[in-house]
């Protein structure tokens, strides 16, 4: 009896969701390494990977392949467990955000006689911006094990680095975040996006962006320091570091280090988009929502979102192959001399404006 | 003191607000990256694409036949003499009786080797030469695993018949 109690199919639509967007995760990873390249092939008058299929799009495949089959090295005075663990507990932190995003409005299906209606969230929990954190701030582990573990000076320093970038940039991103949720008044993701429905409403625009631009902007340039991508690439300063702290790893580890960091990317994409740009909501939704079926609005929904990750991802890309890194000390200084007192005061404004314009 | 005429103070100010916040500095720098995606891409797809070597440039040797097919050389051993490389070896060997079809003159080369590992592409033995039977092509010298690949044999730069075909060809034209 207890099995027939268990909502079976609720269970199958959840891991196949979790299985699509994983796989997802996983492509547009594989997809942005090729972006990556053709964008900095552009930016510096080339073509890019174009020999292996049509535009190169098969690059991304021939780069699997490849790390796949290299030679497998641990140090002989490496912390093995330790080193094993950490491009695995990088990979698996950089998969984890993707639960909360809510990828498309809900949409009824009927089963057997019963509508069912289907969520486009792995879940909905009430602190999902704070689990958001939670994770993205396990990710230094990653990093730290990998660094620490290989027993290298360069990969020790970087993984001491990565671990002081990111904890000084998350406060900044936390208090910029903090504004928002003032506003917004819930942690929940998906109320977070249900509020900024459409685009025009109540006589301004709806999307936190335009309520918000201080907070995005201390977001963006935190997000950039928490993706370890240019212009704060500290960790990884080949200049300075070799290659920082996946130094001593080779085939697939190194790749699922690299790999991560592009699903990390394309996560935070996710979420600036939800917190920040609307999630999958779009000008004229109502009218669209009318027009087309509840299934098909659903998928134009989560287009809607996608079209907006890659132009993060692009604008990710835009910056990395513009800018020349920062030193580290003006890495710090920024973050604690600049972010931080910006974000309280934007913190400061936010609160005032509340109380004294909507204090109903 | 101000040694050349190019030389420019450093300006050592301390950064105003506006840089401090880096964002102008930002935009414009994304402005001169965006633009390079409309500029004209300068790579060539080399295989399916060859850019025209210049009129000078000196390639891979190739040994020279008369309008009859006969091989001009004659082992005098001039261009060895001038390669500063030493590059350039061989043997010489008297025409027989029947072999005039093969050689022009009574001497001929029986060996004729140069090292491509040691060649340095000057063109010396071009020049050398007192009977125009070496010159350098526009071909660029292919690469190999094997150090004996790089030991040029007489049949490796010889003249072939679709050469002079096409050297007719040209010189008609």
């Not at chain 1, 969230?121 to 993205?136: M, R």
């Not at chain 1, 904890?167 to 975040?177: K, Q, T, V």
């Not at chain 1, 995005?216 to 300075?240: G, H, Y």
């Not at chain 2, 300068?42 to 091989?71: I, Q």
Request: proline share 4%.
């Amino acid at each position: 009896m207890l099995l027939l109690s268990i909502d079976w199919i609720f269970i199958i639509e959840k891991v196949a969701l979790i299985l699509v967007i994983i796989l997802s995760s996983f492509g547009v990873a594989a997809y942005a390494t090729w972006g990556e390249r053709k964008v900095a092939a552009i930016m510096q008058d080339r073509i890019g990977p174009a020999r292996a299929g049509i535009f190169g799009l098969l690059q991304p495949l021939a780069d699997g392949g490849k790390l796949f089959f290299k030679e497998e090295i641990v140090p002989d005075r490496s912390t093995r467990t330790l080193f094993i663990l950490g491009p695995a507990l990088f990979m698996v932190t950089a998969l984890m955000t993707s639960a909360v995003i809510p990828w498309g409005p809900d949409f009824s299906i009927s089963i057997g006689g019963t509508e069912r209606v289907v969520s486009l969230q792995v879940a909905d929990i009430n602190i999902g911006i704070l689990y958001v954190f939670g994770v993205v701030s396990l990710g230094v582990y990653g990093v730290m094990l990998g660094g620490w573990s290989s027993n290298n000076k360069f990969s020790l320093l970087s993984a001491i680095r990565a671990a002081s970038q990111s904890i000084s940039y998350e406060l900044a991103m936390g208090l910029s975040l903090i504004a928002v949720l003032m506003m917004t008044q819930t942690l929940s993701l998906r109320e977070i996006v249900s509020q900024q429905h459409g685009f025009w409403q109540d006589g301004y625009f709806s999307w936190n962006f335009f309520k918000q631009p201080l907070a995005f902007l201390i977001f963006l340039v935190c997000s950039f320091a928490e993706l370890n991508r240019a212009p704060f690439d500290m960790p990884e300063c080949e200049s300075e570091l070799n290659m920082g702290y996946h130094q001593e790893y080779s085939s697939m580890k190194l790749g699922l280090y690299l790999f991560a960091e592009y699903i990390n990317m394309f996560i935070s994409s996710a979420v600036l988009a939800t917190v920040f740009f609307g999630g999958y909501n779009f000008p004229w939704m109502d009218l669209v929502r009318d027009a087309v079926p509840g299934g098909l609005f659903s998928v134009i929904c989560v287009t809607v979102l996608m079209i907006k990750v890659v132009g993060f991802i692009l604008f990710f890309m835009f910056i990395r192959w513009t800018l020349p890194r920062f030193r580290y000390d003006q890495l710090l200084n920024l973050g604690w001399k600049g972010l931080i007192p910006l974000a309280l005061l934007n913190l400061v404004i936010t609160g005032g404006v509340i109380l004294f314009f909507f204090n109903k | 003191m101000q040694l050349t005429k190019r030389a420019i103070s450093v300006d050592r100010s301390p950064m105003t607000l506006g840089e401090k916040i880096y964002l102008p500095a930002i935009a414009k720098g994304l402005k001169i990256t965006l633009g390079h995606i409309f500029k004209k891409k300068a790579t060539v797809s080399y295989p399916e694409v060859k850019r025209p070597f210049s009129p000078v440039f000196r390639g891979l040797h190739v040994l020279n036949r008369d309008e009859e097919g006969r091989e001009k050389c004659t082992a005098c051993g001039l261009c060895a003499l001038a390669c500063p490389a030493e590059a350039i070896t061989m043997e010489a060997a008297e025409r027989k009786k029947g072999e005039e079809h093969l050689y022009r003159e009574e001497k001929y080369a029986a060996r004729y080797e140069i090292n491509m590992l040691r060649c340095i592409f000057c063109g010396y033995c071009e020049e050398a030469c007192p009977k125009d039977a070496i010159y350098l092509s526009e071909t660029v010298m292919p690469s190999n695993y094997s150090r004996d690949y790089f030991i040029y044999k007489k049949q490796d730069m010889l003249i072939t018949d679709e050469q002079m075909k096409k050297r007719a060809e040209k010189g008609k034209g």
